[in-house]
């Protein structure tokens, strides 16, 4: 409790600092902690409650021996280092899960402020208010940022990347491309297909590059820094297609953009009860290409209706409701998306990441997770056209 408590007063302090955002912080703390204590107290929520259990474990088998043992546990980019900095706590304040699931509830904050900025960097202070209401609200990240998950910390990481990439392909600025890196980073020692990011971005700089020397080599004007980031970004390319990098439970990553590899981690993860339909899942390699837009398709908007079979997956159609508004809103105003350098790239960085991250899933639970990681920068593109909320929530109708 002492850690909630600690959160609540760095959160009033921003407040002070952002009064705006003092209602917005108050209801998502307050249902983040609700739902936390009702997990911890009362009865554990049953869908990340397995791996939740294995990472808590994890945590307190490695800080039994001390400190000094929790602090050389480092495993380094794994699905487990959530567990390294909740061991570092355990080791000095004794085992809580409360404690732990006190710093998801801490980076679900954070996330929420970060989308905030995201939003107000794109498109003003009143599209950013509404993004902030709608991530405080979103039901996922209620349940994932109460509980010991990753998902938590690499939202974070991750809206801090794609803050840094509106700021770059609008104005190239080495704290831009810092943020960036250091995001998708961080997000890569919490799962370590996010290194995937990293590899799009440097494609994306490529063929921003490539367009401004369209513009500029005619009129023999080369500016000095697109060349410069053009030849970093092949090196950087070059490097991560080189066989000694290695991506957890994938291989090399020239492995991972084989056929027969991506086909491989479809199938294995179509698995269990709420696998998805068999007519979405590619049987061979030759119906990768046409079966990808499915599959693409399922991963964003599933669970659909037909899918439900258990009150429990409600939860899960009020998620693919949100993502059919979203995408159904992108749709309807990309041109003017389209038309500013920062959004455009937003939009491209995001479909590539979600494409790739949807070959990895077959798994409705499992989708609501992975699809999650990138909402935030869909709310943020969407949010000057989402529907107005009311019921007192200090946004009101326009005349």
Request: net charge positive; with cysteine; aromatic share 16%.
């Amino acid at each position: 409790m002492f850690f909630l408590f600690v959160i609540a007063i760095l959160l009033f302090l921003y407040s002070l600092h952002r009064p705006s955002l003092s209602k917005i912080l108050f209801i998502g703390f307050s249902l983040r902690t609700f739902t936390a204590l009702f997990h911890y107290y009362i009865a554990p929520l049953s869908a990340p409650n397995q791996d939740a259990s294995s990472f808590e474990a994890t945590a307190w088998a490695w800080a039994q021996d001390g400190f000094v043992h929790a602090f050389k546990s480092f495993p380094g980019p794994d699905s487990y280092f959530i567990s390294w900095p909740i061991s570092l706590l355990y080791s000095l304040f004794g085992r809580s899960p409360l404690m732990a699931q006190s710093i998801s509830i801490f980076f679900g904050m954070a996330s929420i402020i970060a989308g905030w900025h995201l939003a107000r960097e794109l498109w003003g202070e009143r599209a950013a208010k509404k993004a902030a209401w709608i991530i405080a609200l979103f039901p996922m990240f209620i349940m994932l940022h109460a509980v010991i998950m990753r998902e938590a910390y690499i939202h974070f990481f991750i809206t801090l990347a794609l803050i840094g990439i509106v700021h770059w392909f609008r104005k190239p600025d080495i704290r831009a491309l810092f943020l960036v890196v250091f995001g998708l980073v961080c997000a890569t020692f919490f799962h370590g297909a996010i290194f995937l990011g990293l590899v799009i971005f440097a494609l994306l700089l490529l063929i921003h590059t490539a367009v401004r020397l369209s513009y500029t080599l005619p009129k023999l004007r080369v500016p000095f820094s697109y060349a410069f980031f053009s030849i970093v970004a092949i090196i950087s390319l070059s490097l991560c297609l080189a066989t000694a990098l290695h991506l957890p439970k994938i291989g090399t990553l020239a492995n991972a953009i084989e056929p027969e590899t991506i086909l491989d981690q479809s199938m294995r993860r179509a698995r269990g009860e709420a696998q998805y339909p068999d007519w979405v899942h590619p049987q061979n390699v030759n119906q990768l290409v046409w079966k990808a837009p499915l599959h693409f398709g399922y991963f964003l908007f599933s669970p659909l209706p037909w899918d439900i079979h258990h009150p429990r997956q409600l939860l899960g159609l009020v998620d693919s409701i949100i993502y059919i508004i979203c995408i159904v809103t992108l749709w309807k105003h990309w041109r003017t998306i389209w038309s500013d350098p920062g959004s455009r790239y937003l939009l491209l960085f995001l479909i590539l990441c979600m494409f790739v991250f949807s070959f990895g899933t077959a798994n409705l639970g499992i989708a609501l997770r992975h699809r999650a990681k990138f909402v935030i920068g869909l709310i943020a593109l969407v949010s000057p056209w989402i529907w107005h909320l009311s019921f007192g929530l200090g946004l009101k109708q326009k005349k």
